[in-house]
């Protein structure tokens, strides 16, 4: 369930306590060419002045923020997942000069584009401009116009509701056949596509439920084909779907249930190659025996890729096609493993691991501490390995307030956390952190981000997200990932809850976080819709353009699989469907294999879902994870080379 907030991007409904504001400030109102209040009046069932409504002033900053606020602190309270813009295409305000409408349209645009970028999802009622995420096609109809406008906003990768019933067949019959729209809605729909029929906004017939809704559809095997002025489009469960655009008449033949059983694997395999490329998956290559997943990874160079399990480092030259385990003379024992990430060349690596750093001593608290010892891998060009322990004095300092030994961190935990290399070529690392801040939730963490000139002294540096500003987390911020644009952005996806709260034991869906000076300051956690729950992992290939996100045991979704997600906008919140690892893995000849129970929820975990990404080439990577044999709990290793397209 996905719960959004309407409210208006151009009126300022009464019934909203953001009316109060706005009323008793003018700086708030737009003002016309004379400079006095704009007013506009809205849908009449609804009341409201004769003299109309003030309209938001989101020419200004200062507007823009308030309005923006009012999402925002809805979104917050961890009850309301998203927004709903309404208005978001009008922009042609009577009253204004032209040099008042340009910065009227300019602001109401900026506006969308800042708020749908610190929360999950921000549908923009009827606005298909590029640059926005979500939007309402509102008055769907049977036509070539409701159509193209469709095709154009899944095209741009957007999550586009469908409101048909305004028209035609599906108005006169209250929403009872909705064939015609449907039609045309199958024949354009993408990832994030739905569709729904009312005859206005009211709750009479949203709440009926048609029949369509329950036949099997599977995904598309492909995009429409146009022929004259007819669409089709056939689907994996065998449904088959035609629109005629000139006559507005959709036909849909239904698949029977039967044929879904034979379709699964079809619809596997379709899914990969829907949206703008395609995600080929080799066969799972075994590792042998690991630990808790397959979680601390080290790149290398381009050729010499490594995963660790369990204090032995598997290495592999081939780009993953086989494995050799790498001996103790030259690569040690590895435990806590941290390295830095740096963009794939066929250069020298040096990855850190420090060890001895969580002395745990309970009842104590710290704002700095060290560890007078460290190891380093040491990669050549020609990707040999050494390993060498180093004697340094690796120090942590000037946390704000100090820090506990608490359940999932003492004093700190460098595990599954996040690394960058900054532009200046300095370094930040994120570590979860115990500050006891949520008074619901006690142990529940924060996580800080800690900076340094030469990799051994770390100084405070600022907090990605805090526990207690978000108490409805049990756990708080703990797992987590990071990546580096280009352009400095950091982008992170965070683990709320994944099933280790003390109290319910909860999951829930990873959330997003950006910052553009360097990890300093960090923007408000923006669920992400699709995707959870632990240890998430990601790989950016920007040049590419596409983002991959791993992880899983996302029970709240109904499942406990490792999955992989591609978000090809970037953005860190419009990923794809999942796809199922259990799936792929059980393809192969290896074992243990995963059973039903992958697909069930409060059952014994088949898989920690701690994953490893690992780049291989410009569009490919290694996906590392773990199956676990429930006879023995046993865990083992796996490898799967994916290529992105």
């Given at each position: 369930?996905?719960?959004?907030?309407?409210?208006?991007?151009?009126?300022?409904?009464?019934?909203?306590?953001?009316?109060?504001?706005?009323?008793?400030?003018?700086?708030?109102?737009?003002?016309?060419?004379?400079?006095?209040?704009?007013?506009?009046?809205?849908?009449?069932?609804?009341?409201?002045?004769?003299?109309?409504?003030?309209?938001?002033?989101l020419?200004?900053?200062?507007?823009?923020?308030?309005?923006?606020?009012?999402?925002?602190?809805?979104?917050?309270?961890?009850?309301i997942?998203?927004?709903?813009?309404?208005?978001?295409?009008?922009?042609?305000?009577?009253?204004?000069s032209?040099?008042?409408?340009?910065?009227?349209?300019?602001?109401?645009?900026?506006?969308?584009?800042?708020?749908?970028?610190?929360?999950?999802?921000?549908?923009?009622?009827?606005?298909?401009?590029?640059?926005?995420?979500a939007?309402?096609?509102?008055?769907y109809?049977?036509?070539?116009?409701?159509?193209?406008?469709?095709?154009?906003?899944?095209?741009?990768g957007?999550?586009?509701?469908?409101?048909?019933?305004?028209?035609?067949?599906?108005?006169?019959?209250?929403?009872?056949?909705?064939?015609?729209?449907?039609?045309?809605?199958?024949?354009?729909?993408?990832?994030?596509?739905?569709?729904?029929?009312?005859?206005g906004?009211?709750?009479?017939?949203?709440?009926?439920?048609?029949?369509?809704?329950?036949?099997?559809?599977?995904?598309?095997?492909?995009?429409?084909?146009?022929?004259?002025?007819?669409?089709?489009?056939?689907?994996?469960?065998?449904?088959?779907?035609?629109?005629?655009?000139?006559?507005?008449?959709?036909?849909i033949?239904?698949?029977?249930?039967?044929?879904?059983?034979?379709?699964?694997?079809?619809?596997?395999?379709?899914?990969?190659?829907?949206?703008?490329?395609?995600?080929?998956?080799?066969?799972?290559?075994?590792?042998?025996?690991?630990?808790?997943?397959?979680?601390?990874?080290?790149?290398?160079?381009?050729?010499?890729?490594a995963?660790?399990?369990?204090?032995?480092?598997?290495?592999?030259?081939?780009?993953?096609?086989?494995?050799?385990?790498?001996?103790?003379?030259?690569?040690?024992?590895?435990?806590?493993?941290?390295?830095?990430?740096?963009?794939?060349?066929?250069?020298?690596?040096?990855?850190?691991?420090?060890?001895?750093?969580?002395a745990?001593i309970?009842?104590?608290?710290?704002?700095?501490?060290?560890?007078?010892?460290?190891?380093?891998?040491?990669?050549?060009?020609?990707?040999?390995?050494?390993?060498?322990?180093?004697f340094?004095?690796?120090?942590?300092?000037?946390?704000?307030?100090?820090?506990?030994?608490?359940?999932?961190?003492?004093p700190?935990?460098l595990?599954?956390?996040?690394?960058?290399?900054?532009?200046?070529?300095?370094q930040?690392?994120?570590?979860?952190?115990?500050?006891?801040?949520?008074?619901?939730?006690?142990?529940?963490?924060?996580?800080?981000?800690f900076?340094?000139?030469?990799?051994?002294?770390?100084?405070y540096?600022?907090?990605?997200?805090?526990?207690?500003?978000?108490?409805?987390?049990?756990?708080?911020?703990?797992?987590?990932?990071?990546?580096?644009?280009?352009?400095?952005?950091?982008?992170?996806?965070?683990?709320?809850?994944?099933?280790?709260?003390?109290?319910?034991?909860?999951?829930?869906?990873?959330?997003?976080?950006?910052?553009t000076?360097?990890?300093?300051t960090?923007?408000?956690?923006?669920?992400?819709?699709?995707?959870?729950?632990?240890?998430?992992?990601?790989?950016?290939?920007?040049?590419?353009?596409?983002?991959?996100?791993?992880?899983?045991?996302h029970?709240?979704?109904?499942?406990?699989?490792?999955?992989?997600?591609?978000?090809?906008?970037?953005?860190?919140?419009?990923?794809?469907?999942?796809?199922?690892?259990?799936?792929?893995?059980?393809?192969?000849?290896?074992?243990?294999?995963?059973?039903?129970?992958?697909?069930?929820?409060?059952?014994?975990?088949?898989?920690?879902?701690?994953t490893?990404?690992?780049?291989?080439?410009?569009?490919?990577?290694l996906?590392?994870?773990?199956?676990?044999?429930?006879?023995?709990?046993?865990?083992?290793?796996?490898?799967?080379?994916?290529?992105?397209?």
């Open positions: 369930t996905f719960v959004v907030f309407y409210y208006n991007s151009v009126l300022d409904w009464e019934m909203y306590r953001l009316h109060e504001r706005v009323a008793s400030d003018p700086r708030l109102q737009l003002m016309d060419k004379n400079g006095k209040p704009v007013r506009l009046k809205g849908d009449h069932s609804f009341p409201q002045p004769s003299e109309g409504m003030y309209v938001f002033n020419a200004s900053e200062y507007g823009r923020s308030v309005w923006e606020e009012e999402c925002l602190n809805m979104t917050k309270t961890g009850l997942d998203g927004c709903f813009a309404d208005r978001a295409n009008e922009d042609l305000i009577p009253g204004l032209a040099n008042q409408t340009q910065e009227y349209t300019a602001g109401h645009f900026k506006a969308l584009i800042d708020l749908q970028q610190k929360i999950s999802v921000l549908i923009s009622n009827n606005d298909i401009q590029e640059g926005l995420t939007t309402m096609i509102e008055s109809s049977n036509d070539a116009n409701s159509l193209q406008r469709l095709m154009s906003a899944v095209d741009q957007m999550l586009v509701q469908v409101h048909a019933g305004y028209h035609g067949v599906e108005h006169t019959s209250r929403c009872m056949n909705i064939t015609n729209t449907l039609a045309s809605f199958l024949i354009g729909a993408g990832n994030y596509s739905y569709y729904g029929c009312s005859t906004w009211y709750t009479d017939s949203w709440f009926h439920w048609n029949k369509e809704f329950d036949a099997p559809l599977g995904v598309p095997l492909g995009k429409a084909v146009k022929r004259n002025s007819v669409w089709s489009r056939s689907f994996a469960s065998g449904t088959k779907v035609e629109f005629d655009e000139v006559t507005g008449v959709g036909t033949q239904w698949a029977t249930r039967d044929s879904i059983q034979n379709s699964i694997q079809k619809q596997e395999e379709t899914k990969e190659k829907m949206g703008k490329g395609g995600v080929d998956f080799s066969l799972p290559i075994s590792l042998g025996l690991s630990g808790w997943g397959v979680s601390n990874t080290v790149s290398f160079s381009f050729s010499t890729h995963l660790e399990l369990n204090g032995r480092v598997m290495v592999t030259t081939d780009n993953g096609k086989s494995f050799v385990n790498c001996s103790s003379s030259q690569c040690g024992s590895v435990s806590d493993l941290t390295t830095y990430r740096q963009p794939i060349s066929n250069s020298a690596r040096t990855g850190i691991d420090f060890r001895g750093i969580t745990k309970p009842g104590t608290s710290w704002t700095n501490f060290k560890t007078n010892f460290t190891g380093e891998f040491h990669v050549n060009a020609n990707g040999d390995v050494n390993f060498a322990k180093i340094a004095n690796v120090s942590f300092s000037n946390l704000p307030k100090p820090v506990t030994c608490g359940k999932f961190a003492c700190i935990r595990q599954g956390c996040g690394t960058a290399t900054l532009p200046s070529g300095d930040i690392i994120s570590a979860i952190v115990s500050w006891e801040d949520n008074p619901s939730s006690p142990q529940a963490t924060s996580i800080a981000v900076h340094s000139h030469d990799g051994l002294t770390w100084t540096h600022g907090t990605m997200a805090k526990a207690s500003d978000y108490q409805w987390s049990e756990e708080g911020p703990n797992e987590h990932d990071m990546v580096m644009f280009k352009n400095g952005t950091l982008l992170a996806v965070v683990r709320m809850d994944g099933g280790d709260g003390p109290v319910t034991h909860s999951f829930k869906n990873y959330y997003r976080t950006l910052s000076d360097g990890g300093a960090w923007s408000p956690l923006v669920k992400i819709s699709n995707a959870g729950s632990a240890r998430p992992r990601l790989l950016l290939f920007e040049g590419e353009g596409f983002l991959v996100l791993s992880g899983g045991r029970e709240n979704a109904g499942n406990q699989d490792v999955k992989v997600w591609i978000d090809r906008t970037m953005s860190g919140l419009n990923f794809s469907p999942p796809y199922s690892i259990s799936y792929r893995h059980n393809l192969g000849s290896v074992t243990p294999k995963f059973t039903a129970a992958v697909n069930q929820t409060g059952v014994s975990h088949e898989s920690s879902c701690y490893s990404l690992l780049p291989t080439s410009s569009s490919s990577f996906l590392g994870y773990d199956v676990i044999d429930r006879s023995d709990n046993t865990h083992y290793g796996f490898a799967i080379n994916v290529k992105v397209t």
